[in-house]
């Protein structure tokens, strides 16, 4: 069973800093793409940035120069260093890995974590 388990929201003011870590546990043999999305109250859930195990990375137009994915792959961990954090970010920021396991690959999702900028 393939757990994810995430931390480091929170509150924080605008222009601040967090970073957020997802950390998979389980029978991983490998994990292809890592990434992050959140979902604001009443919109669709959206792709926040990417990485692949190669180390290609990919980021919403909207964070593009603040926010920053990186993998640890020894410790099967994402993160994402988010800076000059605005008010628009505010939602729950989930992770979602596709490792290959026992019963080949697939995708999991992690519980989400809260990320609130304001003032």
């Known amino acids: 069973q393939v757990q994810l388990v995430e931390s480091g929201g929170g509150l924080v003011q605008p222009g601040g800093s967090l970073r957020l870590s997802c950390a998979a546990s389980?029978?991983?043999?490998?994990?292809?793409?890592m990434g992050w999305y959140r979902q604001a109250t009443g919109n669709e859930r959206e792709l926040v940035a990417s990485?692949?195990?190669?180390?290609?990375?990919t980021y919403a137009d909207a964070v593009k120069g603040r926010f920053t994915i990186s993998r640890d792959n020894a410790k099967k961990t994402v993160y994402l260093e988010m800076n000059s954090l605005k008010p628009e970010d505010t939602a729950v920021y989930y992770c979602?890995?596709?490792?290959?396991?026992?019963?080949?690959?697939?995708?999991?999702w992690g519980q989400g974590t809260q990320v609130t900028v304001s003032s």
């Open positions: 979602k890995m596709t490792p290959y396991t026992y019963n080949g690959w697939d995708g999991y």
């Open positions: 389980g029978s991983i043999f490998s994990i292809a793409t």
């Open positions: 990485i692949t195990s190669g180390g290609r990375t």
